[in-house]
T-cell receptor
Framework: AQSVAQPEDQVNVAEGNPLTVKCTYSVSGNPYLFWYVQYPNRGLQFLLK??????LVKGSYGFEAEFNKSQTSFHLKKPSALVSDSALYFC????????????FGKGTRLHILP | DSGVTQTPKHLITATGQRVTLRCSPR?????VYWYQQSLDQGLQFLIQ???????AKGNILERFSAQQFPDLHSELNLSSLELGDSALYFC???????????????FGEGSWLTVV
């Protein structure tokens, strides 16, 4: 069965510093991987996804993520954090060879400190 | 705005009651997904429909049911409600199912259900 782990409930980063939000996954086949962001009282917004090809994926708002097959990880990164990046971030996985549901991690709350 | 519309935005009801949540997918999207978000359980996949047919099932309780209509809108029915059913229910849509496309799913703003 598919699963996603986000080991940190919360990450605190000073504004201007680089940030990383961690994600590891488990699927029986090859994965499609996604990052979504949720602002307070809002739905989830798509940030980026890995399908195939280059392991470094660039997305919205200056975010990027690196797919590492050997470590089964898909960490979200940004070189310089903004206070406005403070939100709840979800990693998600879809198994290419199985059914179509997308499974989400529990989310990581990102606090950017001014 | 994702293009996925959910109604109602907020709903307060009593235990034992039944409610229906409605979702209109993005124009052209054939797949609809339902998720439940609660503080202790995170974002749980409930069920997926594609072009009117059930495609995948997750942690959906027997008291809950869903359907997708010919015009592609979907409804999630929650019955015999319990306090623990209080949560934010999201609908999402995508053009086609299938891992072979890796299509993104787009979320609505959610329906807040409070059971008292």
């Amino acid at each position: 069965a598919q699963s996603v782990a986000q080991p940190e409930d919360q990450v605190n980063v000073a504004e201007g510093n680089p940030l990383t939000v961690k994600c590891t996954y488990s699927v029986s086949g090859n994965p499609y991987l996604f990052w979504y962001v949720q602002y307070p009282n809002r739905g989830l917004q798509f940030l980026l996804k890995y399908i195939t090809g280059d392991n470094l994926v660039k997305g919205s708002y200056g975010f990027e993520a690196e797919f590492n097959k050997s470590q089964t990880s898909f960490h979200l990164k940004k070189p310089s954090a903004l206070v406005s990046d403070s939100a709840l971030y979800f990693c998600a996985v879809r198994d290419r060879e199985r059914d179509d549901k997308i499974i989400f991690g529990k989310g990581t709350r990102l606090h950017i400190l001014p | 705005d994702s293009g996925v519309t959910q109604t109602p935005k907020h709903l307060i009801t009593a235990t034992g009651q039944r409610v229906t949540l409605r979702c209109s997918p993005r124009s052209g999207d054939l797949s609809v997904y339902w998720y439940q978000q609660s503080l202790d359980q995170g974002l749980q996949f409930l069920i997926q429909y594609y072009n009117g047919e059930e495609r995948a099932k997750g942690n959906i309780l027997e008291r809950f049911s869903a359907q997708q209509f010919p015009d592609l809108h979907s409804e999630l029915n929650l019955s015999s409600l319990e306090l623990g059913d209080s949560a934010l229910y999201f609908c999402a849509s995508s053009p086609v199912p299938g891992g072979w496309t890796g299509n993104t799913i787009y979320f609505g703003e959610g329906s807040w259900l409070t059971v008292v």
